[in-house]
């Protein structure tokens, strides 16, 4: 059916040629796959390649929760694992940072903080390299041996360019490189 102005006839018949266009880009991308099979076999096979690609991508990970991923991270020193008590000392000269420490250690909850060194299994030393005159001071947890004074374990942390970064943060970040590996 023609209308009777000039004007309605090209715009019908320019919104059929984009309709045959379409059909015929969509006809093309279906048979370029999968030739000469129907339309809903084509849908369901691009179904089943998208799915079996997704399933292959996230195999590794299941497969590392299936072993629990204890191979994630370095094994810690039994003398770490094994210890029950910690002396903590600050030589960072910032009391703030030492108080954090030691409230993140008792947050935990895995070790008893003692006031002598004799009594405790691990002596934790908080330290700094570069100082708050540095754009970016490195904070360093080191986990010493009290008898032999062998240092067991190094946690390292920045300031991560966060000038704003609280001392209860870096504290977190540097307790909780041992826990993790604990778990």
């Known amino acids: 059916m023609l209308m009777k102005t000039s004007r309605s006839v090209h715009f019908r018949s320019r ?10 880009s969509r006809r093309c991308a279906g048979v370029c796959l999968f030739p000469g099979r129907s339309t809903r076999t084509r849908v369901t096979a691009s179904v089943l ?9 996230r195999l590794p990970a299941y497969a590392q929760q299936a072993t ?26 910032k009391a703030r940072f030492g108080d954090a420490m030691y409230k993140q250690i008792r947050t935990w909850n895995r070790w008893q903080i003692v006031n ?32 032999t004074a062998e240092q067991l374990w190094t946690a390292r942390t920045t300031m991560q360019g966060k000038l704003w970064r609280s001392w209860g943060s870096v504290a977190q970040t540097l307790l909780g490189d041992i826990e993790k590996r604990m778990k």
């Not at 919104?15 to 015929?24: E, F, V």
């Not at 020193?77 to 029950?84: G, H």
């Not at 908080?126 to 080191?142: A, H, Q, V």
């Open 15 to 24: 919104r059929r040629i984009n309709k045959l266009a379409l059909l015929k």
């Open 49 to 57: 390649c998208v799915l079996t690609l997704a399933i292959t991508l």
């Open 68 to 93: 629990g991923g204890s191979d994630k991270y370095a094994p810690l020193p039994e003398k770490i694992v094994d210890a029950k008590t910690v002396f903590l000392i600050n030589e960072t000269g």
């Open 116 to 147: 002598n060194k004799e009594r405790a299994d691990l002596i934790l030393v908080l330290t700094d390299k570069g100082g708050m005159s540095s754009l970016n001071p490195s904070f360093y947890l080191n986990v010493n041996d009290p008898t």
